[in-house]
């Protein structure tokens, strides 16, 4: 039922997207359409009126001709302007959906903490998190009654199947998200009061298939870390282990990355983005199947190189990869956004990597 649900709104929409298009079309052919007969009939009407003229001796045969080489010179010019006018009417309708976007405010309150140093402490008390309406199904919660702990500088492995609520907790961390009901505090301060740039700021990201912008390599190294200077873009890139790619380049850190990154393949992607990450030098790193969909010789090098480079912060990290859980110093198992298992790496290895199965109604672990 679900799913047909899903087909039916598709559906519609697709059909009222098409009936849009439909509708541009025939204005754009319509006006198309009416450029040429205006100009059909002015050039009968000067042929018409030229003719007259030769026969009556004030208008040579050659006069005409030309008239109406000029006059059919004309016609690309105006229907290519009426060509323009209908792409003008779309950029048009572009823009102002574009302003209606940048006019929306923020789903999430600003707070007013302005936190100047981040030590890393995360405590999660009862958070539950409701899955949003237009994607919730059979589904109301996609995190509940989640209670944990988190030192300053521990490395969490966060393990669990599809819709276990790993990449929720990322976001709850993020602040893309709040809780519906319980507190995320860090080092004592709950996120709904802290500014949103001064607790981003302490952050340091990579998910999978990170995404390079339409700009140079050594501005998108520098992507969310404002004033900094080539020196510091450099540095980054050598600790990611980017600085031979880069010099293979070439126009170095200035050469122009194609939308989307298609100049360099995931690994390169990926080290970039760390040189990004490093760059941040946040307190708190969040890593969301970073090798994800990589060869094993990429996959293994960066996270050998992210180990070493999370080594002492406070680190959550999204894996399905059991042998990178036995590295950290913690590990996390959720099913169906609740705890169902916390410890260290040697015990969750004696217990088996199968997350333990939760009845409906137990109570989380705290």
Request: hydrophobic share 45%; charged share 25%; with cysteine.
């Amino acid at each position: 039922l679900a799913g047909s649900a899903v087909l039916a709104r598709f559906g519609r929409r697709n059909s009222r997207s098409l009936g849009q298009e439909q509708k541009v079309r025939r204005l754009a052919a319509g006006l198309t359409l009416r450029v040429g007969i205006i100009l059909a009939i002015t050039v009968a009407l000067a042929v018409g009126l030229g003719i007259e003229a030769i026969l009556t001796g004030r208008l040579t045969a050659g006069d005409l001709v030309l008239f109406v080489s000029y006059a059919n010179g004309m016609r690309h010019p105006f229907l290519s302007f009426a060509n323009q006018v209908t792409r003008l009417g779309r950029t048009a309708a572009c823009a102002d959906r574009l302003a209606k976007i940048a006019a929306l405010e923020p789903g999430l309150p600003e707070g007013t903490v302005v936190l100047e140093s981040v030590e890393g402490r995360l405590d999660f008390k009862n958070v539950s998190v409701k899955a949003p309406k237009r994607g919730r199904g059979t589904r109301k919660w996609t995190m509940q009654d989640f209670s944990l702990r988190i030192p300053a500088g521990r490395r969490v492995a966060v393990l669990g199947g599809n819709g276990a609520g790993k990449s929720t907790l990322l976001r709850l961390v993020l602040r893309l998200a709040d809780p519906e009901s319980g507190k995320l505090r860090l080092d004592g301060h709950d996120l709904r009061n802290c500014t949103l740039d001064s607790l981003r700021s302490r952050m340091s990201v990579v998910f999978q298939g990170s995404v390079l912008a339409g700009l140079t390599v050594g501005e998108n190294i520098a992507f969310g870390t404002p004033g900094a200077t080539a020196d510091a873009v450099a540095r980054a890139a050598a600790a990611a282990h980017a600085d031979g790619l880069i010099a293979q380049l070439p126009d170095g850190y200035d050469t122009a990355v194609r939308r989307g990154g298609d100049l360099f393949s995931g690994g390169e992607r990926q080290r970039l983005a760390i040189a990004r990450a490093i760059l941040r030098d946040g307190r708190l790193w969040l890593l969301d199947e970073p090798t994800n969909g990589l060869d094993p010789a990429s996959a293994g090098e960066l996270t050998d190189l992210l180990l070493d480079l999370t080594r002492g912060r406070t680190t959550l990290w999204v894996t399905h990869d059991p042998s990178l859980a036995t590295r950290l110093d913690w590990v996390v198992v959720l099913d169906q956004g609740r705890l169902v298992f916390e410890g260290a790496p040697a015990d969750w290895a004696a217990r088996g990597p199968e997350p333990l199965p939760v009845p409906e109604d137990a109570p989380c672990k705290p």
